[in-house]
């Protein structure tokens, strides 16, 4: 296990490299120059090339990735010309907010569809399975930012029980409770369409595992219907859901994007929209870093978890 | 479990117009396909339509509530028709979500085929690239593309089809991977045709429908993927409005005038879920193993439905150890019915081991797994006769006691150990669950009593092997945990199917030998359920051969062996080459058995037999005794002195 | 018997390793010996036998002959030219003289094509025979293998697993070879059309004078149809001989264990049950004889180096790799 650890990192690495190498070039590919954006269109020639020379763009772009690189090491990012600060610091304070919404949506919809998912397949063509399949597929159909902007009507404009945007009251708050109460609607909401495709993943490979030869032999045994379903069935679908969970992580990272700029949540999705139609391309470029990375080190978790569950995937 | 899959394959003919019709059968899909229609057809007619110019702005008519004069569904910020703008929206949403999917449907089946079959480098180049694409958050990579390339609404295509390539490409690799490793790929190739030509006449034609059904069932993300985009104010770009932008325009005044933003959401709510319902019609029609019912869920236990006119329990002779008295068992697929077992009598004494022979389809694994109730349901139902073991009712039993006899009083081996052992679990811990499922027994007592139950069945080491996972062991040693779990509660019965033929000679014997020794030490009885003479006689005092569900000769093996009565035993025996006796002419037994779900009236066997008169066709035939223990089903049974022809 | 003539096939220390080679650290990988160092002749008009278990290589042996894979070392020559050559010059050349029947009548013919399109491919691509032509090949055909014309429209799935081998057949017919390798033709049949299958390949070798390769594990099956029979375990060749001589006088000890196995009616079993040493771990293959941890008649010798396959005394075709191809020690004899 732990010689297989180990390979999962390394094989990691040439990943992670990749990743830098396709953010750096998707932002060197971008028309126009950086130093146009920052000084305006009425900059003389002069400046722009001076600028550019200074940002180190008049380099080959192999030349450019490296010392980019370099700088990536050391923790440089450069720095947002419109915020005026440096890209690391805006995108980690960002980046913390988002985690929190996304981690909580995350294990809000594992475990919501797993539930849902066991309970219907357990129940097949019952009525438990009729109404779950129904509530998932109107959930996977509905967009989730329309959805944030139905449950604000309903339950910050009309009931008034959760506030409609933010993280922390503006005035008092900042404690646990308050970031609670914050997070309740958006967390919600980004879990829905997550909770949906795992239940529908859950529901069909409890149904393939059920039909095994050896779900039979745990019945041939004597045990009882509850062990065989949650100890030997449940066991075996599960490692064919962690991926899908896995992949679920990066529908909850990237749907913050929507439920940030809906609830006005400040995390990195919020923070990359308004960076996009500012074309502020070096927080573009550390945002989609970050997020990225952070993406790669949870899949690797997940390839980690399952290979802990199943045997058969150490080799 | 073979038998069933068979029936199954076998009954899954059909063709196109039957699609649409189940498509239509199936109402929530019928549903989505109305209001799916009807919106394609509305969007494409906007031009013919009597709509307002969506790009009208009328300042003194801003923000109408519905149901306002002129404008049905009111006006928006600028005074803007939303009934207009909704159709010519969703034109533009279809549009872009359609022209996305085709996209990334060709190109992500394109790079799936070429992977999967060129295998090796190719492959692995391929898909590093596309999991380089997919180690992008989803929606952040389209966020990553839409800022390069700027954003406009034909930008936010390329991007929701860029983000959607891998998952076809993943998908029709996988299946393309498993498609170029069947024989058929091969059997093409030394048919002399090309690669490129294998590719798209022989493996295309079977991944279509997959690339069908995947479209099918993303068509809807990307309608959302796209109208997130244009949300967010990077896809269509103002005055051109998708139901996305909408929504996203309304969102500013969502306290004022909700209908604004409502609208466009339901719209596309409706839009997507008319869509998946439609998508997931068609993947029920097209997928093999849902049409099937291959993905249905068998219940614990098998269903019993008696339609029995006489008392259950008055058939069985009672006395012996275990009773079977004219059990049916039947399966439902669909119309129609396939009596796997048709009215089947067996007793079993105590220490005894008797072998059910036949062919595939026979009925005789569904026999043996009815005793339990471990046939499959659905689509199995036993539908009539009796079982008793040691005179208690096995059918009117409560699902409970059934389950406390399971791995107790009746034990099980079956034909595959790699498929059925679990995969996940150490050998130790399925055999001490085998234990505690029956024994008022502690884990390290378990844990013990296991390791015991390895040592009796010849393993080597049994303390390590408790620890070892069962793909780490092989076959033989599959079958020799298979057998100690069997024989972890001292069963009276031991039902045993097919447990050697997945296995080698060599290791057959072995296991054979293993236990033919373990029952007479332990003097267990065996049901032992085979298609190989040569087993029977290494272990059966009494053999029953079985033909189209239906029991057609029995007594004891070696007065079996030497002279057969019924002429199908007769003939299994002479059609199998017997080792020793190479010069001995192949009698080949003409035709196929009839399938279960259409039996003949009278002797299923007659259509093959070479003795068959009339009347045996006429009206069934009744199993009648020919001496001591000795049975046959045959108006005209072969007489007993002619002996096993040996040699030519 | 025993003046040959001049071998169709000739196999020469035929090799096939399967992984290898190193990763991108230079680290190397595993590598599995499926066949090893196979050297054997065959001749026209005969029927070789290639018995084995599991693992033995005998199928990889059986993809080797017909091109559809190539050795790793060795040369299989047809009739004085290099197989290997002819498969990556002409792939068409080779499959007009060797031809393939699958273990699996129903993977082996494609779910989406009617059976005369599966036929029709050979007399397309191999012989390229016009359409006219091709119609009357196809009755033909389906005579050859007792199957009615007008199942040519009908798709796969609508057969039984004899007909569905029976058409496999009929499409290795198609090409008019001079060789058919059968890989287990007749194991996934059920015994009554087993029979059937065997009996038409017996009648449509006389009537086409074919050469085959026939691959199984059945033992009884093999003895039934062979001229002449290869053992193989663990890669190599155990045994090879006239069929009569292998299975009256075995001189291997491995053909002895498996002919004692083979269950017989009427026969008690006369194996030991305890669990016997399993195959040698095909990644970390040993020096010596293979066989030796199952071998009762083993000894140091063996353990030492590769048994070399020798003629038995008095005979030119017998052959045997063991060191003590005639004490039978310490069991009862088979």
Redesign the interface.
Known sequence: MAAYTLRRLLAAIP?LF??TL??FL??A???GDPATAILGSYATPDNVARLNAALGLDKPLPQQYLIWLGNLFQGDLGRSYALNRPVLDEVLERFSATLILAGTSLVICSVLGLLAGIVS??R??GWTDRIVTFIV??G???????LG??L??LFA?KLRLFPASGMYAVYGGGDLADLLHHLVLPALTLSVVAAGVVARLTR?S???V?????I??????????L??IYR?AF??AL?AVIPVIG?Q???V???A??IE??FQWPGIGAM??N???TRD?LL?QGG?LV??AS??LF?LAADLFQSI????LRR | MSAVAQTVSRSKAGGRPQGLRLLLNNRLAAAGLVVLALMIAAALAAPLLPLADPNATAPADRLLRPLSEGHLLGTDALGRDILSRLVWGARVSLAVGISATVIAAFVGSLIGLVAGYAGGRTDNLLMRGIDMVMAFPYILLALAIVAVLGPGLLNALYAIAVINVPFFARNIRGITLGLSRREFVDAARLSGKSHLKILTTEILPNVLPVIVITMSTTIGWMILETAGLSFLGLGAQPPQADLGSMLGEGRKILFNAPHVSIIPGVAIFLLVMSINLVGDGIRDVLDPRLRSGALTRPVARTAIELDDEEGPSSRTSGGNLLDVAGLRTEFRIGPTVHEAVGGVDLHLAGAECLGIVGESGSGKSVTAMSIMGLVPTPPGRITGGAITLKDEDLLAASDERIRQLRGGAVSHVFQDPLATLHPLFTVGDQIAEAITAHQPASRSQAWKKAEELLRLVRISNPAQRLDAYPHELSGGMRQRVSIAMALANDADVLIADEPTTALDVTVQAQVLALMNKLRREKNASILFITHDFGVVSAICDRVAVMYAGKIVETGRTSEILAAPAHPYTRKLIDCVPVLGEPERRLDAIEGLPPPVSDLPQGCAFAPRCPIAQPECRAQAVELAPLGKERAARCLYPLTHTTGVSADG | MDERAAPILELTKVERIFGGGRTLFAREKPAVHAVQSVSLDIEAGETLGIVGESGCGKSTLARLIVGLDNPSGGTIRFKDADLAEIARRDPAALARRIQYVFQDPVSSLNPRKTIRSILEAPLIHLLGMKRAKRQERLVQLMDAVRLRPDFLDRYPHEFSGGQAQRIGIARALAAEPEIIVLDEPVSALDVSVQAQVLNLLAELKARFRLTYVFISHDLSVVETISDRVAVMYFGRLAEIGPARSIFRNPRHHYTRLLLRSVPVPGREVSIPETESAEMPDPYDPPKGCAFYPRCPAGDALCVSRQPPLEPAPGSTSHLAACFHPGSVTGEAAG
């Open positions: 990943v990749g990743l396709l953010v998707m932002m590919l971008i028309p397949a357990v097949q063509f597929l109107v996977i159909s509905t967009p989730s930012f329309f902007l139905l604000i009507l404009v069909t409890m149904l393939e059920l039909r095994q030869d050896y039979r032999t745990a019945r041939a045994k004597g045990l009882t219907e062990r065989v030997h066991k075996s490692v992949i992580a990066g529908f990272l990237g749907g994007v929507y700029t809906v990359l929209v960076a996009i139609s391309i573009v989609v997020v990225a993406y790669v899949n569950l199943d045997p058969r």
